[in-house]
């Protein structure tokens, strides 16, 4: 071979390897471009949701200062180490929010009867997570706003299920702060512990709803009354005493004859004393110790079998998708067992 035909060659092999790699980035580049975003990327982008109000609403990427007011949003902000800048500590419950209440750092704006607006302007919030006890307050607060924050309603429109409700309010979380995965669970959480009290109960089996408030034993209407009164359509539960009630946070007066007239086979309770303590300032005793030391009640058929279910210790200020999965998780296992 002559020298002139080896460098013929030696061009020949060099274009085709040139070729060959760029082929290859062309082809790397495409697939490269086709992959959806993750990490650090994807959470860059500003994020457009339609909150409860209705309102479509264009959240900042990675909001500096979240300010967060919904008593049903703090836990799951919480446990998602989402950091608050200012949030009403009065509302909240010394057990379950107690790394929010410890943290300096989180500004307290106290309750909804008398907010620290004061705290709130200070915090200089691009978002603002705001609902339940805190939904009255909303005029008041997007006036001292800036332009660009974001205002986002979580709080539960009147006429809409529990049921209905959380799992739109945990997905509408979920996608502002990036934790569509971690949503998804506390929904799917939610939803088999329904299923599982609904297979575990009796029909034939009567309940009824109560509230402990003031060391008084207080009435739950089916549906409209407070924590427990949605139960009862969410799980098909049958009412003893098919009463109309309010959502009046101490329940109704009812009196104990009404009670053991009505003979529940099981009562479930929200011990409000638990949370919020009494009036007087005098010791709580437990809504349990309070039913079984009424002896007009011995002889109805759920103190007797001691068929009584109380909810969750923080319900009243929390009243979330987590609590409310664990109280029908434990309603479940009450009437698995009783099988």
């Given at each position: 071979m002559t020298l002139t035909s080896a460098w013929k060659k030696l061009a020949i092999t060099a274009s085709i390897a040139s070729l060959t790699l760029t082929l290859a980035a062309c082809s790397a580049s495409s697939t490269?471009?086709?992959?959806?975003?993750?990490?650090?990327?994807?959470?860059?982008?500003?994020?457009?949701?339609?909150?409860?109000?209705?309102?479509?609403?264009?959240?900042?990427s990675n909001p500096a200062s979240v300010v967060a007011t919904d008593n049903r949003s703090f836990q799951i902000l919480?446990?998602?180490?989402?950091?608050?800048?200012?949030?009403?500590?009065?509302?909240?419950?010394?057990?379950?929010?107690?790394?929010?209440?410890?943290?300096?750092?989180?500004?307290?704006?106290?309750?909804h009867r008398e907010p620290n607006l004061e705290a709130l302007v200070a915090a200089k919030p691009d978002l603002v997570i705001n609902g339940q006890r805190y939904a009255g307050q909303e005029k008041t607060i997007r006036?001292?706003?800036?332009?660009?924050?974001?205002?986002?309603?979580?709080?539960?429109?009147?006429?809409?299920?529990?049921?209905?409700y959380f799992p739109i309010q945990v997905e509408l979380l979920g996608k502002i702060f990036h934790k569509e995965a971690e949503?998804?669970?506390l929904i799917n959480d939610f939803h088999t512990a329904i299923e599982r009290a609904k297979k575990a109960y009796n029909p034939t089996h009567k309940v009824m709803g109560l509230i402990v408030s003031g060391g008084s034993i207080n009435y739950a209407a089916p549906r409209n009354g407070r924590s427990v009164g949605p139960l009862?359509?969410?799980?098909?539960?049958?009412?003893?005493?098919?009463?109309?009630?309010?959502?009046?946070?101490?329940?109704?007066?009812?009196?104990i004859e009404a009670i053991a007239a009505a003979k529940p086979e099981w009562l479930v309770v929200l011990d409000r004393d638990q949370a919020v303590g009494k009036k007087d300032g005098s010791a709580v005793v437990p809504a349990l110790d309070v039913i079984k030391g009424s002896a007009a009640l011995a002889k109805v058929p759920a103190v007797a079998k001691n068929q009584i279910i109380v909810a969750p210790d923080g319900f009243y200020?929390?009243?979330?998708?987590?609590?409310?999965?664990?109280?029908?998780?434990?309603?479940?296992?009450?009437?698995e067992a009783a099988k």
């Open positions: 490269f471009s086709n992959m959806p975003m993750s990490g650090a990327h994807q959470k860059s982008q500003a994020v457009t949701v339609t909150d409860l109000s209705g309102k479509s609403v264009t959240v900042p919480q446990n998602w180490g989402v950091k608050l800048s200012a949030a009403p500590k009065k509302i909240m419950d010394k057990k379950v929010h107690a790394p929010y209440i410890g943290d300096q750092s989180v500004a307290d704006m106290g309750n006036p001292l706003l800036g332009k660009d924050a974001a205002f986002i309603d979580t709080n539960r429109p009147k006429d809409m299920p529990h049921e209905k949503a998804s669970s009862f359509p969410m799980l098909g539960l049958t009412p003893a005493l098919d009463s109309t009630g309010s959502t009046d946070h101490e329940g109704d007066d009812v009196s200020l929390s009243e979330d998708i987590i609590l409310y999965t664990q109280f029908i998780n434990d309603i479940a296992k009450a009437f």
